[in-house]
């Protein structure tokens, strides 16, 4: 066995202990569905922005955004650039009336108090129906886009333990799904987003140290940038169109409008990722939405530029192309660093994999919980038996996305990018227009998220011309809502009320 195996078994042994003793030490302070699924919404400004950055930059941060940038070039680099104003903007205009209309939007059935924990509850209660139209048909589209998404972390998880050990992919995913469901049984809500600083921190760490590293190794600033010239042209340029092809680098067509509203689409997802969504509504107050903004924003900017400066040095360094463009983060660790120094860095990886399945691990389980289990087999469940169920469900979740992971041909950021626009398609526009519009009820808020998910879902299988799901998919969800909400209800007293007082509440601490 190998220095730089055997450095990285216990690097990566340490990180799980680490990990499960999280879990334990939270564990007897779960005690409620409110504890497991938002944390009693106590999170501190610095955890919950932290939490936020990991719980969203998954192995797609190391993996899938360098090895874009490898394969082809800058011209990948909107897709950051999209993300970076997306995920501002949903701290700005998502997150504060987020955090109080989940807690004030009223339950009339129950005397008008709710505290509402999912986003399928909210939108519930938010415009009064409750035949569980709204909550089962969000519920579903939870479930169905999550498995995509954890089984991207899986597949990055496969990726990291066929690069490290050689392991074999079903081990690998049995072993990494294992520890995630371990830590995220116990302690629900706050082992998830207590690990998650810890991972942040992890992979931000990770992500500077590369490629400063990897910048002196190939001759500095002006080595990196002969070097990625040398290889072909255009890498360097925001609209040429590069590809990897037979072992070089290939000029192919000038990126077109398509290819970067595309890539700009994907910050539109940030507006209804309901695992981020769950941050906005498990801060203490409005009050710490500032700072955690501050904080979170930072670490996304500077962590995605770092990552693309990964790419390029990968191009720069290695003589020879990598067969799989979304190892070159891992391939250029094992090359460049002391196996000690290698083995923290590897653990990094498997941090930024681990910080985002866990995240919507929990999500999943809180639908089939709160939206399926309370809602409509046992209402008056006591919170013992919701926190069991919820437990039982992040295994459920897990063996699935596990199979998905193991079955499926596509690569980390394919199957990102198809989870990201259903969720961003099928709940972004719905959740923004129902925190700000008024009028808004629930026949246009169900067509907007019918419509949006089942283009996300198509689109790829018809697209014509190569534009992202999300682009087609968020247009066809405003046009439903506008188009059917004049079919619907118009506000109850009860509606009116609640948005009069989240205006109020959210000015207040403005």
């Not at 409620?32 to 939490?51: A, E, H, I, K, Y």
């Not at 969000?138 to 392991?167: E, H, K, T």
């Not at 921190?201 to 070097?227: C, K, N, R, T």
């Amino acid at each position: 066995m190998t220095d730089s195996v055997i450095a990285s078994i216990t690097t990566f042994a340490v990180y799980f202990v680490v990990m499960v003793a999280i879990g334990l030490w939270v564990y007897k302070r779960t005690t409620s569905l409110s504890d497991f699924v938002l944390g009693g919404r106590q999170l501190n400004s610095w955890v919950s922005g932290l939490s936020a950055n990991a719980s969203d930059f998954s192995g797609w941060l190391l993996l899938g955004l360098p090895g874009a940038i490898y394969l082809s070039g800058l011209g990948e680099a909107w897709i950051a650039v999209g993300l970076a104003v997306g995920f501002y903007a949903s701290w700005r205009v998502v997150a504060p009336r987020l955090r109080v209309y989940t807690e004030r939007a009223a339950d009339a059935r129950v005397g008008g108090e709710a505290d509402s924990l999912t986003i399928s509850s909210f939108l519930e209660n938010r415009f009064g129906e409750h035949r569980g139209l709204l909550r089962g048909v969000s519920a579903v589209l939870i479930l169905v886009f999550y498995l995509f998404y954890v089984a991207s972390g899986l597949v990055a998880m496969g990726v990291l333990f066929d690069q490290v050990f050689d392991m074999p992919a079903a081990a690998a995913v049995a072993l990494g799904a294992s520890i995630i469901v371990l830590y995220t049984f116990l302690g629900g809500f706050l082992a998830v987003s207590y690990t998650d600083v810890v991972q942040a921190v992890m992979m931000w760490l990770a992500v500077l140290v590369v490629p400063v590293v990897g910048i002196v190794a190939v001759g500095g600033l002006g080595g990196l940038a002969d070097g990625v010239n040398g290889r072909g042209e255009n890498l360097l340029s925001v609209m040429g169109g590069v590809a990897l092809s037979d072992g070089a680098w290939r000029p192919t067509e000038a990126l077109g409008a398509v290819v970067i509203v595309s890539g700009l689409a994907w910050g539109i997802g940030y507006l209804g990722q309901p695992h981020i969504l769950a941050r906005f509504m498990g801060i203490r107050s409005v009050a710490h939405i500032a700072k955690a903004r501050v904080v979170s924003v930072a670490w996304a900017v500077s962590a995605m530029a770092l990552a693309i400066m990964v790419g390029f040095v990968g191009i720069a360094y290695f003589d020879e192309p990598l067969a799989n463009p979304e190892s070159v983060f891992l391939s250029l660790i094992q090359a460049i660093m002391n196996p000690w120094v290698a083995g923290l860095l590897l653990a990094a990886v498997l941090a930024a994999v681990m910080s985002t399945a866990d995240s919507q691990l929990l999500v999943a389980a809180a639908a089939l919980t709160e939206d399926g289990y309370r809602a409509f087999v046992r209402r008056d469940a006591s919170p013992r038996v919701l926190v069991w169920v919820s437990r039982f469900a992040v295994v459920g979740v897990a063996v699935a996305a596990g199979v998905l992971a193991l079955t499926s041909e596509d690569g980390v950021l394919e199957l990102v990018g198809y989870a990201w626009a259903g969720f961003g398609a099928a709940f972004g526009p719905v959740i923004v227009l129902a925190l700000y519009w008024r009028g808004m009820n629930w026949v246009g808020a169900l067509a907007g998220m019918v419509a949006g998910g089942a283009v996300a879902l198509v689109w790829p299988n018809v697209d014509p011309i190569g534009l992202y799901a999300m682009v087609p998919a968020v247009a066809a969800s405003v046009a439903a809502v506008f188009a059917l909400n004049p079919l619907g209800p118009k506000p109850s007293e009860q509606m009116a009320a609640d948005f009069r007082k989240v205006d109020d509440e959210v000015r207040a601490s403005a």
